[in-house]
């Protein structure tokens, strides 16, 4: 593995500012080629109480510092990690598999929700309420909740740790992250170059380890912690959740999703094919946001197919780091046995594959750009979260009956929509049961708006001022006088 800062390969926990080896090891592997990267320490639940613990010491020191003395330290880490960018996007790719581009951009994207929330912990504001009574001074004061801790994700195993630790950080909270065993060197480079920034010991801990569900107890379950903060399936939120009832600990969840995509027949179709795509193939499709159900208006169906399936046939499949590659491998052989399983159940009740449908000779986690029509609402195929470079289509001809196919879903993440009547797309855009809803754009996600969802696609919103809130709690002060 070549890097300029090899100070950014790191294959032990960080617990109260120290890096533990252990017994165990935890194998992680390139997903494109099978190759070994490393052998990481495998953590345990003791190893998490360790951490919990180093947490609750160093809180009351953390957040006593000024807002001004925490942003300078993350400032610094922001510095930091812009750069390694090359170094950190390099070990993305390798352990992940999305091309090195994506990689960066990842890069790029994680770091901006440090640099927000750098800022934004300087207007904690609280307010002085108008008295009901003479004798009385009413007001309120935003105070951090205390020890957050995080269980993060494989498909973006640098963003989603810094839209949570960030604003945690920066709130004045202490922090324990869990990351995804398949994805931990993202995790460990960042944590290092937190250390450096200046972070004190205690502050920010990351404990990696392949027994998740005794780690993940630790982490809800604790009394010790605040708040707990999840990216990843409803199912496993669901648990994770019930196990931090018997505390009452905060939450923020951010679980799946099955967004539609609604082509009108007012819509660009150019630009249509190039949200989609967006949406759709970033990542190989391994993102909550990325689009589930393709619904396209009877009058331009055909012409926008055509486009899309043109389109897909241009991608290139191959690993992250060879150039020219603009699709990856998913990240293990059972995302791709899924997939394929999935294909072959919808075509076997009536739906027409156009494109793809197999597995790729470059290795055994790769699956071809794959293109359906004539799905129906009922399969499978389009009840279900895909996560892979799976385009499904389907058309419609009422706008009404497109919301209501659009809403009739137990998830509630984000959904698109392309149409270039103001009117439509405003009164669409406000009819969809969703946390975001992107307008003639495939790409919307930023540090300075709030990320999340509605109904079984969680609760709580990470970015934006609303983010930031997360991570406080409101007193109320009444003095009497």
Same mark, same amino acid.
């Given at each position: 593995m070549e890097l300029n800062n090899t100070g950014l390969l790191k294959t032990e926990n960080f617990i109260d500012g120290q890096w533990r080896d252990a017994a165990s090891k935890l194998a992680v592997t390139d997903p494109a080629s099978g190759v070994l990267l490393a052998?990481?320490?495998?953590?345990?639940? #003791?190893?998490?109480?360790?951490?919990?613990?180093?947490?609750?010491?160093?809180?009351?020191?953390?957040?006593?510092?000024?807002?001004?003395?925490?942003?300078?330290?993350l400032k610094r880490w922001y510095q930091l990690i812009v750069d390694n960018r090359e170094d950190?996007?390099?070990?993305?790719?390798?352990?992940?598999?999305?091309?090195?581009?994506?990689?960066?951009?990842?890069?790029?994207?994680?770091?901006?929700?440090?640099?927000?929330?750098?800022?934004?912990?300087?207007?904690?504001?609280?307010?002085?309420?108008?008295?009901?009574?003479?004798?009385?001074?009413?007001?309120?004061?935003?105070?951090?909740?205390?020890?957050?801790?995080?269980?993060?994700?494989?498909?973006?195993?640098?963003?989603?740790?810094?839209?949570?630790? %960030?604003?945690?950080?920066?709130?004045?909270?202490?922090?324990?992250?869990?990351?995804?065993?398949?994805?931990?060197?993202s995790a460990l480079a960042l944590c290092a170059l937190a250390e450096q920034a200046g972070l004190p010991a205690g502050t920010i801990n990351v404990v990696v380890g392949a027994d998740s569900p005794a780690i993940g107890q630790v982490l809800t379950q604790d009394p010790r912690v605040a708040?707990?903060?999840?990216?990843?399936?409803?199912?496993?939120?669901?648990?994770?959740?019930?196990?931090?009832?018997?505390?009452?600990?905060?939450?923020?969840?951010?679980?799946?999703?099955?967004?539609?995509?609604?082509?009108?027949?007012?819509?660009?179709? #150019?630009?249509?094919?190039?949200?989609?795509?967006?949406?759709?193939?970033?990542?190989?499709?391994?993102?909550?946001?990325?689009?589930?159900?393709?619904?396209?208006?009877?009058?331009?169906?055909?012409?926008?197919? %055509?486009?899309?399936?043109?389109?897909?046939?241009?991608?290139?499949?191959?690993h992250g780091l060879e150039e020219g590659t603009t699709l990856g491998p998913l990240i293990f052989r059972r995302a791709v046995d899924r997939v394929h399983g999935l294909v072959e159940e919808a075509v076997a009740n009536g739906a027409s594959l156009l494109l793809g449908g197999d597995f790729l000779p470059q290795g055994e986690n790769f699956y071809a750009p794959t293109l359906l029509v004539n799905v129906?609402?009922?399969?499978?195929?389009?009840? #279900?979260?895909?996560?892979?470079?799976?385009?499904?289509?389907?058309?419609?001809?009422?706008?009404?009956?497109?919301?209501?196919?659009?809403?009739?879903?137990?998830?509630?993440?984000? %959904?698109?929509?392309?149409?270039?009547?103001?009117?439509r797309a405003n009164r669409v855009v406000e009819a969809l049961e969703y946390g975001m809803v992107a307008c003639n754009t495939g790409v919307f996600s930023t540090a300075v708006a709030p990320f999340g969802g509605i109904k079984e696609s969680g609760i709580g919103r990470e970015g934006g001022v609303e983010g930031m809130a997360e991570f406080y709690e409101t007193k109320y002060c009444c003095h009497g006088v």
């Open positions: 052998e990481i320490a495998d953590g345990t639940a #003791e190893d998490a109480e360790q951490a919990v613990e180093a947490a609750h010491r160093a809180f009351p020191a953390w957040s006593s510092k000024t807002a001004s003395a925490r942003a300078a330290v950190l996007a390099h070990l993305l790719t390798l352990e992940q598999g999305k091309p090195l581009a994506e990689a960066l951009g990842e890069i790029d994207y994680g770091a901006s929700y440090i640099e927000w929330f750098a800022e934004e912990c300087r207007r904690a504001y609280g307010q002085t309420i108008p008295t009901h009574n003479p004798a009385m001074r009413l007001s309120t004061i935003r105070q951090p909740v205390g020890v957050v801790t995080c269980i993060t994700p494989w498909n973006f195993p640098n963003a989603m740790i810094t839209r949570k630790a %960030a604003p945690a950080l920066a709130a004045g909270c202490t922090v324990v992250i869990k990351p995804a065993a398949e994805t931990p060197l708040k707990f903060t999840f990216t990843g399936s409803t199912p496993v939120g669901k648990l994770l959740m019930a196990q931090c009832a018997s505390t009452v600990k905060k939450m923020s969840m951010e679980l799946g999703g099955n967004a539609p995509f609604i082509v009108f027949d007012d819509a660009d179709i #150019e630009l249509a094919v190039n949200a989609c795509m967006a949406t759709k193939m970033r990542n190989a499709g391994q993102t909550c946001v990325s689009t589930n159900r393709i619904y396209v208006h009877e009058a331009v169906h055909d012409t926008f197919v %055509a486009k899309l399936q043109s389109a897909m046939e241009k991608l290139q499949s191959g129906h609402d009922e399969m499978r195929i389009a009840r #279900e979260e895909i996560f892979g470079p799976l385009a499904v289509v389907q058309s419609f001809r009422d706008e009404n009956d497109v919301i209501a196919r659009a809403n009739n879903t137990p998830f509630g993440l984000a %959904a698109y929509v392309m149409s270039e009547n103001i009117h």
